[in-house]
């Protein structure tokens, strides 16, 4: 059974930074991509930025210079360091993964709440 399990949302104010996790079980970690999605209200769910199984990263221009991903398969985890928050960056922010490459795999975690207000 494949769980990932995000953490590390919550309440900061513009120009702020806040890390995200995201635990993965029930995968051979390394051999996924490991992506982040974020779903405004009202707004569909958009890919942020991914980091394949051989590290190679993909992000979308919104956050080029403010946010980067990084993995540590040694502990089944992705971190997903934002910095420089934005009000627009107000979502619920999900985890996924998908073999290899993948921009979008199959498995979800439940998602975290991130709140960019002052």
């Known amino acids: 059974q494949v769980q990932l399990v995000e953490s590390g949302g919550g309440l900061v104010q513009p120009g702020e930074s806040l890390r995200l996790s995201c635990t993965a079980s029930?995968?051979?970690?390394?051999?996924?991509?490991m992506n982040w999605y974020r779903q405004a209200p009202g707004k569909e769910r958009e890919f942020v930025i991914g980091?394949?199984?051989?590290?190679?990263?993909n992000y979308v221009d919104a956050v080029k210079g403010r946010f980067t991903i990084s993995r540590d398969n040694a502990k089944n985890t992705v971190y997903l360091q934002m910095n420089a928050l934005r009000p627009e960056d107000t979502a619920v922010y999900y985890c996924n993964a998908g073999l290899f490459s993948a921009l979008e795999g199959d498995y979800w975690g439940q998602g975290t709440q991130v709140t960019v207000s002052s």
């Open positions: 980091i394949t199984s051989g590290s190679t990263l």
């Open positions: 029930g995968i051979v970690f390394s051999d996924y991509a």
